[in-house]
């Protein structure tokens, strides 16, 4: 690898950058984020970067409404609600009406309370479900966090847990498929998954589908409800900006709120929470994916974060998300040496979430590279170099700095 500095001088690819950064219709978004000078980050689809209003509210938070108000807050400063409340200003993002969606816990408790449940909901009698559904499919690319939450389910229920492919998933289906787990975007290659089709085909066969949705809300439309979704997870702290551990979130559609049996009960989804009686009666509504006391520090901070998206259309989104990774991969063709890189990550923009993956040898240390020369990414096993596009504060000028420090690494 070459210890050739990055070269600001311009190229016809910087200038078009320029020229496009100018008309970009999401550009001023920046300012709504904290980003050191000079830095150019392309891992939001890991972390995402400081919102703005943050530090403030946060500050509030802990001063005035723990510091003076104290247990007052829980009704005076909205804490108790918070996480139906946060929960109906993620909604729009991922296309779902309000009241469907609860925030609270780990993308991995909430993904263990809609397994669970999607298998009781399999198991009810009617719409052409019941005992003999024993088997739960699981996307075999997932996360591997998604995996062993799916055989802790599978064994918790008494159920097979059989790894397809999702591309397989129609053709895996059968009588005996209680719900399907899959992923919207592949956390490694950033291949988009057919969200709807899959859905119809799993609702088809008399099943539920399952969607972890951590690496498309705030980065493309995912539709929920247009699309009949039964019930998904995501988390906050990628695209949604919520910060290290934010809180993450459970949707269940309409129809399956009044069953929904959920593992995890606990007196914050109780119908009368404070009665403090020893049988459980669950609440309606998304209250009831409630477990136990709300994080408030990291909620609120989330709260604030989603200020950031005052205005934003996400169909706007995707369109600089798509235009971002395009710019990014023609530049990459131009600045690195043919053969040093091969993009896993799909052409097609029906098959692209919002990152581009480059194989290519000693990725880890390439990776190191150019984060000493101020451009962030990431790496994965073995051979992954991971740059993910956040369209509120990543710009083209970004993404031809990125490819061309990578050019210089490799020249």
Partial sequence: MSETPFSAAETPLSIRAEALDAADELGKMRERFTLPDG??????????ALPAAVPAHVADVVSRQWG????????????WTAPERIGDRIAPLVGAAPGRIVVGDSTSVNLFKALVAAARLAAGAGDGRGPGRDELLVDATTFPTDGYIAASAARMTGM????????????????????VLLNHVDYRSG????????TAAVQAAGALAVWDLCH???????????????????????????????????????????????????WNSHADPFAMTPDYTPAEGPVRGRVGTPDILSML????????W????????????????????ECVEAYVPAGRVESVTPADHAERGSQISLRTENAAAVMRELIARGV???????????????PLYVGFADAERAARTLGHIYG
């Fill in 160 to 179: 097979k847990l059989i790894p397809v492919e999702p591309a397989a998933v129609p053709d895996a289906l059968g009588p005996r498929t209680a719900a």
């Fill in 301 to 308: 901070a989330l709260e604030a974060a989603l200020d950031a």
């Fill in 39 to 48: 830095l150019v980050y392309l891992d939001g689809n890991s972390l995402g």
């Fill in 376 to 390: 962030v990414g990431d790496f994965r096993a073995p051979d992954v170099l991971r740059f993910g596009f956040t």
């Fill in 191 to 198: 291949r988009l998954h057919d969200l709807p089709g899959l």
């Fill in 216 to 266: 498309s809300a705030g980065a493309l439309p995912v539709g929920l409800n247009a699309h009949g979704v039964d019930l998904a997870v995501g988390c906050t702290y990628k695209y949604l900006n919520g910060g290290p551990g934010s809180p993450a979130y459970l949707y269940v559609a309409e129809r399956h709120q009044a069953a929904f049996d959920s593992p995890l009960p606990g």
């Fill in 68 to 79: 003076e108000l104290l247990i007052r807050s829980w009704d005076e400063s909205g804490w």
């Fill in 310 to 329: 005052e205005g934003v259309s996400v169909d706007a989104v995707r369109r600089k998300s798509l235009a971002l990774t395009d710019f990014f991969l």
